[in-house]
């Protein structure tokens, strides 16, 4: 953390708590999944990486029985008791905060009430997890100020109940996963039904990442995505009949699937051919990276994103617009949409030295397409969460 912007955040909670004594700092980082999409709740591979953008927070032991914390970004307080905790429908930030509080003591370990001040530098609504980063930093200060241990496992696997318990939203274990375990100069390799995973080398020396937010999101999110993974569910369960051995798609390949596919429609076949190929995608770039192939996994990037428009059907024109013109931009090596779909965010892998005319131009490009400023960013691969003292 930049000690000017510590130096801000320690004289904003002194200014708001009175003092400063015995404060300590917790952070997480966002994530952004570089391929591996929709492949979670198939119990198959991801590769995210943290980011270089987190949520802090400065806390110490509450000298009272409640719970305080101010939050840098919205200017408002949340007072609660962890005898009582409850969602607050009006003020949504406070309930990731609430929800880690409500997994940890539901999960047998021992906290006490903390008071806080919460800040974030991950961009909100442009699906870089901004939420599971304030879980997990919030998990971590909570238990700090107890002195009660975790591991990082069951760390990421209580925030993910919490998000998807208390906040309400059914996500998988890729976001709390990765603030919890990522590292600098690596992206993480997820193996979403086991949990084990591998860290794998990315070089920001040579190539970044840069993610550009069309600002679209178009509501056809919730229903759209409970469609497909329906039809992934019947998929799987027909291919089981047939061959057996399938519990989820991540158990058939594509020579299965290809042998099998009288048995499945249209859809339902296009569907699961974009599970199968972009988990194998997946462990290809696996091999790209740990042998520093950054054109080939550029290429897993572009086949990715034409998957997800073509068989999965999830893109949209803003999504579609903006990865066709990266891939014309010089330095680009690969470009997708990351995410759930129907807007958000593309994430584009571009030679180091190209990536300041990159995203002028994608910025430039896309306003004169669409009329909307795009909001576009260059990430480094950054550590996972953390307590230090201050």
């Not at 919030?138 to 906040?167: G, H, M, P, W, Y």
């Not at 260059?378 to 003292?389: K, P, R, T, V, W």
Request: hydrophobic residues 40%.
């Amino acid at each position: 953390m930049k000690q000017e912007l510590l130096g801000k955040l320690l004289t904003s909670f002194e200014n708001q708590f009175g003092d400063r004594e015995g404060v300590r700092l917790a952070f997480a980082p966002g994530r952004v999944n570089l391929i591996g999409e929709h492949t979670d709740y198939n119990g198959g591979f991801v590769m995210p990486m943290g980011l270089d953008r987190r949520l802090y927070v400065l806390f110490r032991p509450a000298s009272s029985s409640t719970c305080r914390f101010w939050s840098q970004n919205y200017e408002e307080w949340d007072e609660f008791s962890l005898d009582d905790l409850q969602k607050n429908e009006k003020k949504s930030w406070v309930n990731y905060i609430r929800g880690a509080a409500w997994a940890l003591q539901d999960g047998g370990y021992n906290i006490r009430p903390i008071e806080g001040l919460v800040y974030g530098d991950v961009p909100i609504g442009a699906g870089l997890s901004s939420s599971a980063a304030m879980e997990v930093s919030n998990a971590l200060a909570f238990c700090s100020a107890a002195n009660t241990d975790i591991n990082l496992k069951d760390l990421a696997l209580l925030c993910q109940r919490a998000e998807n318990k208390f906040v309400g939203v059914n996500c998988g274990i890729m976001d709390q996963f990765v603030s919890v375990h990522a590292a600098e100069d690596h992206a993480v390799m997820l193996d979403c039904r086991s949990l084990e995973h591998e860290m794998v080398p990315l070089d920001t020396s040579e190539v970044k990442v840069v993610v550009c937010n069309t600002m679209v999101d178009h509501e056809l999110g919730s229903s759209a995505y409970n469609q497909r993974r329906a039809k992934c569910e019947e998929a799987a369960g027909i291919l089981n009949k047939r061959v057996g051995n399938v519990e989820q798609l991540r158990d058939v390949t594509s020579e299965m699937l290809e042998a099998n596919a009288d048995a499945l429609d249209d859809v339902t076949y296009r569907r699961a051919r974009h599970v199968v190929t972009e988990d194998e995608r997946v462990e290809k770039a696996l091999k790209s990276l740990n042998s520093g192939d950054y054109a080939e996994f550029g290429r897993l990037m572009n086949a990715s994103h034409d998957s997800l428009k073509d068989d999965y059907e999830v893109t949209c024109e803003e999504l579609d617009l903006m990865v066709n013109l990266a891939r014309k931009q010089k330095g680009c090596l690969g470009a997708r949409m990351t995410g759930a779909g129907f807007g958000g965010c593309t994430v584009n892998l571009v030679e180091a030295d190209a990536a300041d005319d990159f995203m002028a131009a994608m910025a430039a490009g896309y306003a004169e397409e669409t009329e909307i400023d795009p909001d576009i960013f260059e990430f480094n691969a950054a550590e996972g969460a953390s307590i230090q003292d201050v």
